[in-house]
């Protein structure tokens, strides 16, 4: 142990040496040259193809895989209405004619193009055309298309209402709310980190060397996530987009630790050198611990089965240590490289007072400690009452219209398709079973109440491929039953060996491999975290009541937003990851200011006994950790700007609870938790079995009638 001591005091010494930090800063610049380039690359290198977000095993991914066999699997079905509500003339039928036509030539799209179709009310014509996604780009080819068909068919008659929709335009729709998100996540992130950097530091200097650090965590860590996903790991818009925000925000907040306990040794050495090994000593336990923490937390979701899912860990993961990497090298070679006046106007000198020994939070630490049990019951009465709002949660997965805050064409579209034609149209339930079976599979599949026609087989390779049209929306609870049953008749035909898939297929699966993994990861995070906190505070009672917390304020951010979602912002529903990502982000990260605090605990607890120790914590941590937690908060709330539902409510809950562990969790209820178990709390480590010579708790801290409320 000693020996390790000793090893961790030598590397503490390097970033911030006299020589190590040119070594260390010619070392990221080698980093930014060689990674840089690779950094802009990773948008290409993005995998948003369906195969890429769903689950692997799942019955609609091996009909996915299946269809290769009979047409391109990148082909995407689009359809387009014309409407008008006195009826369609003669004229706008040929109009119709003319423009599939003219659909044909445009890039990407092909010839197999069905209709013109009138509807029977005679108030609507639709017409289907395939989209052929290209290797390249992917879903971004849809856009383009759709725009080119928007084009076409909006002109002559204004009198004649256009949209397209279907799958084309719901991802052209998608493609457009994700398009430039990279760039919004960016600059709006910077912003909220600048903001709350020059409010915290009061510096117009300091704040640019942790954003500097962030920034270049930020491109070597989008380079290293490129070359892993050349080597087959998959790589989303989703994952980048989560990766951007989450090396900005955490990035940022073991900036904050590590400046912290850097200013407050400035304050008790001369040597600025001596002061930053000192710093690194010291909290550099803590922001490992909470890396650690987070990173093996986000790989946890490598166990997952839906796909987008499990290839979002190791993209956070690279995040996380390449954000601790830089943190705990970069950030400290810059800080001694500029010396103190980099904290200019106030500039912290050897022999000053540390002004968080009678600050804000030495206050609160005082006001705990004189009710420290009714203090933390009370604080638990609330957070439970709060977790109640979880009974309104419907994280079922979302409809078509659900998963925009907005009403786009696409949408629209899709309802007057609905009014006017049966609603499947343009998404059918796609079956491929052995060829020698296909009449049985093809009665089992046109018997199935639901389904309005099938069309005709095509055979090949010794699999039959069809197709149903359902009758109700593909997005409807209506047509996901209708897939359930035409499963059930299929596998029931002994030896056709029939798989059942297609849009509706694919959303089914997708929410049952979410609620599988919600079962499966959570507990496993839950255990990685304990082992961690177990393994940091050399005890078995602190972890329990850490996770314990932690839970409780992930039920309380849960409960609480489902509150929001339902009676302020009247979203539908929640999306089928929502809750799993949701634990996974405020867990991890939630659980980082439960450590920078009781690591800081257990250092004083050792000098001056557990409850005072609680007092010296929280008044030392309190400012720093309020700031990292307001960084945080605002960098996921980010994710709100996106049109897009799934971002908007992972990106407020998570928000929400990084507040409440900043503000209540943390500052009130761990700490008074703290103070009431006192040293039983490091139970079984010695800390916990022995009494301590105790410094007195200030006067003013402690209840009239209890003088000895500390060594109790």
């Keep these: 142990m000693n020996a390790l001591r000793r ?22 610049v080698v980093l930014l040259v060689g990674l840089g380039s690779l950094a802009g690359k990773l948008t290409g290198a993005e995998d948003n193809q369906a195969s890429s977000w769903l689950p692997g095993s799942a019955e609609s991914t091996q009909v996915l895989n299946l269809t290769g066999q009979f047409q391109s699997t990148s082909l995407v079905p689009t359809v387009v209405v014309y409407q008008r509500e006195s009826g369609i003339t003669p004229a706008d039928l040929t109009k119709a004619r003319q423009d599939a036509a003219a659909f044909a030539k445009v890039p990407h799209a092909t010839n197999k193009i069905v209709g013109p179709i ?8 639709e017409t289907i055309v395939q989209i052929e996604l290209g290797q390249n780009n992917g879903w971004n ?37 994700f398009s430039g998100i990279d760039g919004v996540l960016l600059y709006s992130t910077i912003a909220v980190v600048v903001i709350l950097l020059l409010l915290t530091y009061r510096s117009p200097v300091l704040w640019l ?32 987009g989560i990766l951007l925000v989450l090396v900005m925000g955490a990035g940022t907040d073991y900036a904050l630790l590590l400046v912290a306990r850097y200013r407050e040794e400035l304050r008790r050495h ?40 499990s290839g979002l860990g190791p993209v956070c993961a690279v995040g996380v240590i390449v954000a601790l990497l830089a943190m705990v090298t970069l950030l ?39 009710r420290q049990r009714l203090v933390w019951v009370g604080t638990v009465v609330v957070l439970g009452a709060l977790a109640f709002g979880i ?37 059918p339930v796609v079956v491929i079973a052995n060829d020698s079976y296909a009449p049985q599979v093809e009665v089992a599949l046109a018997t199935t109440p639901g389904i309005s026609s099938v069309d005709d087989p095509v055979s090949k390779n010794g699999y039959v491929y069809m197709q149903g049209n359902l009758t109700a929306a593909p997005d409807s609870q209506a047509a996901k039953n209708v897939v359930d049953q035409v499963r059930a008749n299929v596998h029931a035909i002994e030896g056709a060996d029939a798989k059942v898939g297609g849009n509706t297929a694919v959303t089914m699966d997708t929410e049952r491999a979410s609620q599988h993994d919600d079962k499966v990861i959570i507990p496993l995070i839950l255990l990685v975290v304990l082992v961690i906190l177990g393994l940091l505070l050399r005890a ?28 302020v912002f009247h979203f539908s529903g929640e999306d089928a990851a929502y809750p799993l990502l949701s634990f996974v982000f405020l867990v991890a990260l939630g659980i980082d200011y439960n450590i920078f605090l009781m690591t800081r605990i257990r250092e004083e607890a050792v000098k001056v006994g557990t409850k005072r120790g609680a007092l010296i914590g929280l008044a030392a941590t309190g400012g720093v950790i309020t700031s990292a937690g307001m960084i945080l908060a605002g960098t996921f709330g980010v994710l709100g700007t996106l049109p897009v539902v799934g971002f908007a409510e992972i990106g407020f809950t998570v928000s929400l609870g990084v507040l409440l562990d900043t503000f209540i969790v943390r500052s009130i209820l761990v700490t008074a938790l703290a103070m009431d178990l006192d040293r039983r709390i490091w139970w079984p480590s010695k800390l916990g079995r022995r009494a301590t010579a105790l410094a007195a708790v200030p006067a003013q801290a402690l209840p009239a009638d209890e003088p000895d409320a500390v060594s109790r």
């Design 141 to 177: 080819d849809l856009k383009p298309a759709v725009d080119a068909f928007k084009s076409t068919a909006s002109t002559g008659d204004p009198g004649l209402t256009v949209y397209v929709t279907g799958p084309g335009g719901m991802g052209a729709d998608e493609s457009a709310a």
């Design 270 to 309: 001369e040597d600025r050198h001596e002061a930053m090994a000192v710093a690194l000593h010291r909290a550099g336990p803590a922001i490992i611990a909470s890396a650690a923490t987070v990173g093996i937390g986000m790989l946890c979701l490598t166990a997952a089965q839906m796909n987008s899912t």
């Design 209 to 240: 060397l942790p954003l500097t650090s962030a920034g270049l965590a930020l491109t070597v860590a989008e380079g290293v996530v490129y070359l892993l996903a050349k080597h087959g790991l998959t790589v989303n818009a989703q994952s980048a």
């Design 332 to 370: 400290p070679a810059l800080l001694t490289i500029f010396g103190r006046w980099i904290f200019w106007p106030v500039r912290p000198t050897a022999g000053t007072e540390d002004p968080t020994a009678t600050g804000f939070w030495a206050k609160i630490g005082g006001g705990i400690a004189k």
């Design 391 to 427: 009974s309104g949660l419907k994280a079922d997965g979302l409809s078509n219209a659900g998963q925009f805050t907005n009403t786009p064409p696409s949408i629209i579209g899709q309802q007057v398709v609905a009014a006017h034609f049966p609603a499947g149209a343009g998404s």
């Design 118 to 125: 009138p509807s029977k009310d005679g108030k609507a014509i």
């Design 7 to 28: 090893a961790g005091n030598t590397l503490a010494r390097i970033p911030g040496g006299r020589i190590g930090k040119w070594v260390v800063l010619g070392v990221w």
């Design 540 to 567: 078995l009672v602190a972890p329990l009541v850490l996770i314990g917390t932690v839970v409780l304020s992930f039920g309380a951010a849960l409960g609480l937003s489902v509150i929001f979602f339902n009676n």
